[in-house]
């Protein structure tokens, strides 16, 4: 269990910029590389809104999970920089909430659209917007990304909540641009090149903004291993940014 961090971005600017306070609740997917600290640092170098961002993550945890594990009220209580949240991201288990099976098949979505439905009400309760942070398909099983897009799709639309489409843009990445390696060696979490499309879809998905012209290289405080940063090559950039405009915009 990791404890609930603080990824705070500083503005830097003379004059103040409009904020966007943001909280994500997920497993490693939002953990990896600090992530919410990415798209923050991301939003610095922009010309639009900075995001100040906090996060809760378990490792491995389902919404169903975090639900049942009791300590939802206390975060979705929660204030970054001291004000209240306004976007609540909300990050499910990269299978849908239960284990793979050996041919790659995913969960079924009941479990996890359930789960939306008793969460969107309890942000909203307190102001805030719920988003679907939706992931991508393992390396080894690319075709789970349509039902996997699907299962976002749905729910979303149903609770009216916005899809941040993660894995759409990394499915678009993998056949345009192979050359780019989104995975880490274990096939499943993100490389850095993989968590700088992640930034750059959840940028563009919580500002309404496109992210390109943002920096090549950020970096962000993990509550762990310290400040951490991803770094891609300047064509690199320019590809994953104008994927993630694309897509979510």
């Known amino acids: 269990m990791l404890p609930t961090f603080a990824l705070l971005a500083a503005c830097g600017a003379s004059e103040p910029r ?46 169903r999970d975090h639900l049942e594990d009791g300590h939802l009220p206390d975060v979705l209580h929660a204030t970054v920089a001291g004000e209240p949240l306004e976007l609540v991201v909300l990050q499910e288990q990269s299978t849908l909430g239960v284990k793979m099976g050996p041919d790659g098949t995913i969960g079924d979505p009941v479990r996890f659209h359930d789960a939306v439905r008793e969460l969107v009400p309890l942000i909203r309760e307190r102001g ?13 099983f690319p075709k789970q990304t349509p039902a996997l897009t699907e299962a976002f799709r749905t729910v979303g639309e149903e609770t009216k909540a916005r899809v941040s489409p993660v894995g759409r843009a990394w499915a678009e990445v993998g056949v345009s641009h192979p050359e780019i390696g989104l995975y880490a060696k274990d096939g499943s979490h993100p490389s850095p090149a993989g968590a700088y499309l992640s930034a750059c879809v959840l940028y563009a998905t919580l500002t309404g903004r496109s992210p390109v012209g943002a920096s090549r290289s950020l970096s962000a405080q993990h509550p762990v291993r310290g400040r951490v940063s991803v770094s891609v090559t300047a064509a690199e950039a320019a590809v994953l940014q104008e994927v993630a405009a694309r897509v979510a915009l």
């Open 18 to 63: 409009e904020a966007i306070d943001v909280f994500f609740l997920g497993n490693s997917y939002t953990e990896a590389y600090a992530l919410p600290g990415m798209v923050a640092a991301l939003s610095e170098g922009l010309d639009g809104p900075v995001i100040r961002a906090e996060a809760h993550v378990h490792g491995g945890f389902s919404l």
């Open 128 to 140: 805030a917007e719920p988003v679907l942070y939706a992931t991508w398909a393992k390396q080894a």
